[in-house]
């Protein structure tokens, strides 16, 4: 069977090949650390799963409209205002099936064979992968990690030009829980506004955010007609599994998400949806109580990892990863990677998995319990030490 040649260009992400790996050493009797999957340990909040079952025995087992249901919608546009400071109607407002529809039907709205996009890099592999995919021209910019892995805007800003169709933002971010702060957020808006670019911001870990406030560029003056905004449900209320993700953006290229939408999955389960609406309107108590440990566990593998020889550790503002910099070791990043993994019994991931500037790093997923991750650190630590 014959294979398009934009296959080629079609990237992964290395988390799921590496979960595989140490699945099948589980399955030989090994004992397996997990620090490698980017899913919060804690089970969805009752009051979310009971809405579920409510929903499925009244009957909303069938077809919806593909932009998703009319009051999930309101209630995401509502949540807009309240949390970020950025109006929005429900026409503004996509549901997809996870947030990565989002990404990859807004690369393939507004960018063209040969256009350019920026992106920050290290950062999440799907942004140039499905840039490249496309057919688009992937500009990194960089995370500068003498800053807490701020993206350097100025960078950014100056690489801003007449071929330039998209800029993606991700903060907090992953891989290295960075932030962007207000102050750089403006000059994006500004020069973003200046250019006419759209820019796409992809705010999954707003709400995972360990000290400040979360600013979102959608908020800034001029930016009403260039922001779109992605989040979704599966990190803030631990719904990995349920696949629930939303856009926010001027009316006009909601229809067209929506119709790429019509033209692929056709719509989010409608269940789902209720389930949603439920979590956006009930207690949130549990993301306090959420973030509250991961900070706690944020601290542990922080200040564990920075006792291991050759190894240094910028403290994340945000998300539930950490990206220190292994470079003194002597090891590359995949070398380091795999020995702990195949040797130690703790999977994680190369930093080149994030892109070129990853090198000389590793990325840990602390959504894990803190005695896993003290047996991780102790793993860690004797095998440099051996």
Partial sequence: MRLSQRMARLGTETAFEVLVRARALEAQGRNIVHLEIGEPDFDTPGHITEAAVHALKGGATHYGPSAGIPELREAIAEDSLKRRGARATPEMVVVTPGAKPIMFFVILALVDEGDEVLYPNPGFPIYESMIRYIGGNPVPVRLLEEKGFELDVDQLC??????????????????????????????????????????????????ILYDGQHHSIAALPGMEPLAIVLDGFSKTYAMTGWRLGYGIMPAPMAQVVAKLQTNSTSCTATFSQLAAVAALGGDQSSVDHMNAEFKRRRDAIVDGLRTIPGFACVRPKGAFYVFPNIARTGFSSRALADRLLDEAGVACLSGTAFGEFGEGHLRFSYANSMENIQEALRRIKGLLEH
């Fill in 158 to 207: 100056s690489r801003v030009g007449p071929r330039t169709r998209l800029i993606i933002l991700n903060y907090p971010h992953n891989p290295t829980g960075g932030t962007i702060p207000e102050a750089g957020l403006r000059a994006i808006a500004s020069v973003a506004a200046k250019h006419g670019v759209p820019v796409l911001s992809d705010e999954i870990y707003s709400r």
